[in-house]
């Protein structure tokens, strides 16, 4: 029996990411668009020149999920699909999805999941699937423990500017105008797949420090838990972090992993998102 994973790009992921394995993989790329100019966000994703324009333009910037024809062109290969989508209340991917389901000739055999977040937790979703995959589960059980996985995995992130994300509506103007005008920096959160604030603080190596603590009451028992760390343009924050959290915690793994396209177009520069 084969079994073939699909995510849309927010995960971070490219094509090659579970070479190796017996589990095929493939990312479905969104679009970013920056006036006249559009990003695929696959390989070929110009990341620097995006991200130039990004900072100088006042054009409109806008992004778009796949559409349904190019999930469903993704249901090859396998027996059985698995698709992992960033969070449905900050795109339409997951609806887009479902659709494809749908249109499939066994929709029985396709498992739609809404990440109920982006990057980092999308990567640990893959990756327990993986676990569960070679662990020899039927299908359906497979689909019942990775529900529940997700929802037990936290993000939390800081983000030095806000502006795509409240451009786009995906994002509260009151969480903005605390993160600009008040020249406070929010520690965020996900929370059922919205962005919301948990903590308001002063300085960016502050709010941090504060993210570090708060992994510590969000979750316990980390000895067997794995931490992502997406970063925008920002290794060298990303690193700050990692070395604080190892000095608290005794995670299984922290891995570092640079923003892709879509992730890199919310975020923005210097950016971090952190998973677990």
Request: proline residues 2%.
């Amino acid at each position: 029996m084969k079994f073939k994973i699909i995510v849309d790009s927010s995960a971070n992921l490219l094509n090659n990411y579970l070479e190796g394995k017996d589990v095929l993989f493939e990312s479905v790329p969104l679009i970013t668009r920056i006036g006249n100019s559009e990003y695929v966000d696959d390989e070929n994703c110009n990341l620097e020149e995006m991200m130039k324009k990004l900072e100088k333009t006042s054009e409109k910037c806008t992004s778009s999920c796949p559409s349904p024809q190019a999930f469903l062109d993704s249901f090859t290969g396998a027996d059985y699909y698995f698709v992992i989508t960033i969070t449905k209340k900050l795109s339409g991917s997951f609806n887009s999805a479902l659709v494809a389901k749908n249109s499939f000739k066994d929709p029985n055999k396709v498992f739609v999941l809404d990440s109920k977040a982006v990057a980092g937790t999308m990567i640990l979703l893959v990756d327990k699937l993986v676990e569960l995959i070679e662990s020899g589960l039927d299908y359906n059980e497979i689909c019942a423990k990775i529900s529940e996985y997700r929802d037990s995995l936290e993000l939390l992130f800081v983000l030095n500017k806000f502006d795509n994300l409240v451009r786009n509506g995906r994002m509260n103007k009151v969480v903005a105008f605390i993160a600009t005008s008040l020249k406070i920096k929010p520690l965020c959160f996900a929370q059922d797949g919205e962005i919301k604030v948990k903590e308001k603080i002063r300085t960016l190596e502050g709010v941090f420090k504060r993210l570090v603590v708060n992994i510590g009451k969000m979750k316990d028992n980390f000895k067997d838990k794995v931490c992502i760390i997406t970063h925008t343009n920002n290794l060298e924050g990303a690193n700050f972090i990692k070395n604080l959290i190892e000095e608290h915690y005794d995670f299984k793994e922290i891995r570092i992993v640079a923003n892709r396209g879509l992730c890199s177009f919310y975020a923005l520069d210097k950016g971090i998102m952190v998973a677990f």
